[in-house]
């Protein structure tokens, strides 16, 4: 019985390094698909010298280190040398992605609160006693309870973390990998162009930079588009275990009429809070276009093409809302 305990958390160890390093090693099987395969550089050759048993074995310094165990610690080196990579790559990864989110955030244009509907937020919005507040005060709100609800540690908890991660981890670890390795790739051509590795595959330098950057960038769009929406799932996530916990039982027993109202002040915050995220987005476009075509606007007809150029987007953008406030005027 105790082998088979064994075994199994055996495996549930190597399932465990497993679900942490996956994207990590999808990652370099993509970098060796990118570098090898669609850019077609040429693999390295190792000059690896010949190497004699038997003179090797007659060596007085391997009898020595044989006799003293010392020549068993050098099969720990390969495992050692990977530590220390996956460390090196584990940090830088992450330092380039903190500089990415420095340079580059999320964008706060986007409405973050589009996954959300009024039933959803109706338990949270009835734990305020006044009836004036708007969607930063549920969320100070919802910051308030997670720490009640996180000290509990239900399976929803769990759960709403495990969601977070899913959303936002690989996505970071791919992102951090790829800026490491365009990082590296470019230092290699930089600091040792005179390696005859480097000058025969010369040409192989600027489509390497363009996939990774593309890749890169792919996977920054991911995470901002992640962290975008953690405040949604948080809110999400409070109304739910606010409803569910026998303590606020009291809080939401409220009259039809206050819950009408409650209701009604939520669907005018959303709608507001899209309005905004239209508008903004409309306004930041058509400066983009009026910037990008101001020169033509003082040639005559050819001004007027930036004001073409900008309908179709503002007609999109306001479409979608009108859906958006149709929605919420039938939940």
């Not at 099987?29 to 693999?43: E, H, N, Q, R, S």
């Not at 460390?87 to 973050?112: D, H, I, K, W, Y």
């Not at 005179?194 to 996977?219: D, M």
């Not at 910037?291 to 479409?319: C, D, I, V, Y």
């Amino acid at each position: 019985m105790s082998t088979l305990s064994d075994v199994q958390a055996l495996y549930g160890s190597v399932q465990d390094t497993w679900t942490k390093s996956r994207a990590h090693v999808i990652a370099h099987l993509v970098l060796a698909g990118v570098v090898f395969g669609i850019c077609g550089a040429t693999i390295p050759e190792l000059a690896v010298p010949a190497i004699d048993p038997k003179q090797v074995s007659d060596n007085g310094w391997f009898k020595l280190a044989k006799d003293t165990g010392i020549v068993y610690v050098f099969f720990v080196v390969p495992l050692l040398l990977l530590a220390a990579y996956a460390a090196l790559l584990r940090a830088g990864g992450q330092l380039f992605v903190f500089m990415t989110m420095v340079v580059l955030p999320p964008s706060p244009r986007e409405n973050r609160h589009r996954l959300l509907t009024p039933p959803t937020l109706e338990p949270l919005a009835l734990t305020f006693e006044k009836s004036d507040f708007d969607l930063n005060d549920l969320q100070k709100k919802a910051s308030e309870l997670v720490l009640k609800y996180q000290s509990r540690k239900s399976g929803q908890w769990e759960s709403f973390q495990e969601t977070i991660n899913k959303l936002t981890k690989n996505a970071q670890v791919y992102l951090g990998d790829f800026l490491f390795f365009l990082f590296v790739w470019v230092a290699l051509f930089k600091l040792l162009p005179q390696t005859s590795w480097v000058q025969t595959n010369e040409g192989c330098f600027w489509p390497v930079v363009l996939v990774l950057s593309v890749l890169a960038w792919f996977a920054w769009f991911r995470v901002s588009r992640a962290i975008a929406i953690v405040p949604s799932l948080l809110l999400m996530y409070v109304s739910m275990e606010i409803r569910a916990d026998p303590d606020m039982k009291i809080t939401l027993d409220v009259s039809e009429e206050k819950r009408e109202s409650v209701t009604q002040k939520l669907e005018e915050l959303l709608v507001k809070q899209q309005e905004r995220a239209v508008s903004r987005a409309v306004i930041t476009w058509f400066h983009h276009v009026q910037s990008r075509f101001g020169q033509e606007n003082t040639r005559g007809r050819r001004g007027n093409a930036g004001s073409w150029l900008a309908l179709p987007f503002t007609l999109q953008k306001w479409s979608s809302f009108l859906m958006g406030q149709r929605a919420l005027q039938h939940v």
